[in-house]
C-alpha cells in the first residue's frame, strides 16, 4: 500500500471487521518504522480503531472527521496539511474517511471535490493517504467516483490500479449550478454598501438564533466574500440569504471565475503576504459549495443554526 513519494489509496471494506483489520494494520506499519500517523475518521469508526490499537492508540494524531471535516473545504488545509506540514522531511501516514453514510447530497458533492483535490496538494510529497469507503452502506456512484480520485483501489483481495482513474473529472462534474431557494432576501453591493451585505447575513442569523462568536464568524465569512468579489468579481456582487434544512445559507456571487482548483484549501503562513478569503470562510463555515464559471462565479456557504431560534424580528 506504501509508495513513494503520494500515495492516495481508496480502501473499499465490509463491516467492522475488515475496516478495523485494514486500518490498524496501515497504523501499525507506519508507526513500526518511525512516521508520523494520524487518523481522521467519523466518530464511531474512530472509537474502533482506537480500541483496536491499545496502547498504540497514544502515538497516533486522533481526529473525529464529523467535527473537523464537518465541511470538506477545510480538510486539506486544517487536517492533512496540517499534520503534514508539523511533520517536515518526514514520510507521514494518514487514515482520512471524508465520505460516510449520511452525508447530505451537498455535503456529498464538496467531499468528492476535495478527494480528487488531493492528488494535486499532496504531489510530489511524501505521504500516504488512506480513505475508507463503507462498500455496503454507500450509493454504488459513490463508490464509482472514489475510483475516478483514487489512483489504487484495496479491498480483501489486494490492491490494484485504478482504471477509472480521472480526478479532474470529478471537480469539473460538481462544478454545476447551485439551484434555486424557494425564499431569500437579497442586497446587491460594491464598494459603498459592503457594510450592508455583512448586516443583512446578520439579521437572518440573528432571526435564526445565532449570536456571540458563531455571529461574528458568519459576518466575518461575508465580509470576506464581498471583499474577494470587489477585488476579483467585477467590483460588485450580489448576497442571498435564507433558511435551508435547519442551515443558515449566504450566497455571494460576481462576475469573477475561480481558475485556481486549490484557492481556500492551501495554509497560509501568517508571516507572508496573500489572499486568505476563501480559506477563512473554509474554516469558519459548516459547508461551502462553489459554482465557476467564466464570468460567474457563486459562492454558497451554511451555518448550522442553533437547536433553539428565537422568533423573527
Known amino acids: 500500500m ?4 503520494f500515495a492516495h489509496p481508496a480502501l473499499f471494506y465490509r463491516g467492522d471487521r475488515e475496516y478495523v483489520a485494514a486500518t490498524s494494520a496501515f497504523v501499525r506499519a507506519g508507526l513500526a518504522v518511525g512516521e508520523p500517523v494520524a487518523v481522521a475518521v467519523p466518530a464511531r469508526n474512530l472509537a474502533l480503531i ?6 498504540d492508540a497514544r502515538s497516533v494524531h486522533l481526529l473525529d472527521m464529523q467535527e473537523a471535516g464537518r465541511n470538506p473545504g477545510r480538510i486539506i488545509p486544517a487536517v492533512l496539511r496540517d499534520f503534514a506540514d508539523r511533520h517536515p522531511g518526514a514520510h507521514v501516514r494518514i487514515v482520512g ?39 455496503d452502506g454507500l450509493d454504488p456512484e459513490v463508490i464509482k467516483e472514489a475510483e475516478r480520485t483514487h489512483p489504487v483501489l484495496c479491498d480483501v483481495s ?16 460538481h462544478n ?10 437579497r442586497l ?27 455571529l461574528d464568524d458568519i ?23 435564507w433558511a435551508e434544512g435547519g442551515r443558515l445559507v449566504c450566497e455571494i456571487s460576481d462576475a469573477g471565475h475561480i481558475t485556481d ?7 497560509v503562513d501568517p508571516r507572508h503576504a496573500g489572499s486568505r478569503g476563501l480559506l477563512i470562510v473554509n474554516l469558519l463555515s459548516d459547508l461551502v459549495r462553489v459554482h465557476t464559471r467564466e464570468g460567474a462565479t457563486a459562492i454558497r456557504v451554511y451555518f448550522d443554526a442553533p437547536a433553539s431560534p428565537r422568533p423573527a424580528a
Open 50 to 55: 482506537e480500541a483496536e490499537l491499545g496502547d
Open 2 to 5: 506504501l509508495a513513494e513519494p
Open 188 to 214: 446587491s453591493f460594491d464598494h459603498t454598501n459592503l457594510s450592508a451585505a455583512r448586516g443583512l447575513a446578520a439579521r437572518r442569523a440573528a432571526e435564526m438564533g445565532f449570536s456571540g462568536d458563531r
Open 219 to 241: 459576518q466575518l465569512a461575508v465580509a470576506e466574500l464581498g471583499a474577494n468579489s470587489l477585488d476579483h468579481g467585477g467590483g460588485s456582487g450580489t448576497i442571498r440569504a
Open 158 to 173: 489486494g490492491e490494484r490500479a485504478s482504471d477509472e482513474y480521472a480526478p479532474d473529472l470529478v471537480v469539473s462534474r
Open 176 to 185: 454545476r449550478p447551485l439551484g434555486e431557494p424557494a425564499d431569500y432576501v
Open 97 to 135: 474517511e471524508p465520505i460516510w453514510p449520511g452525508r447530505t447530497e451537498a455535503e456529498y458533492g464538496a467531499a468528492a471535490q476535495h478527494e480528487a483535490l488531493i492528488n494535486l496538494s499532496f504531489a510530489g510529497r511524501r505521504a500516504t493517504i488512506v480513505c475508507p469507503y463503507d462498500a
Open 261 to 267: 482548483p486549490l484557492v481556500g484549501r492551501r495554509p
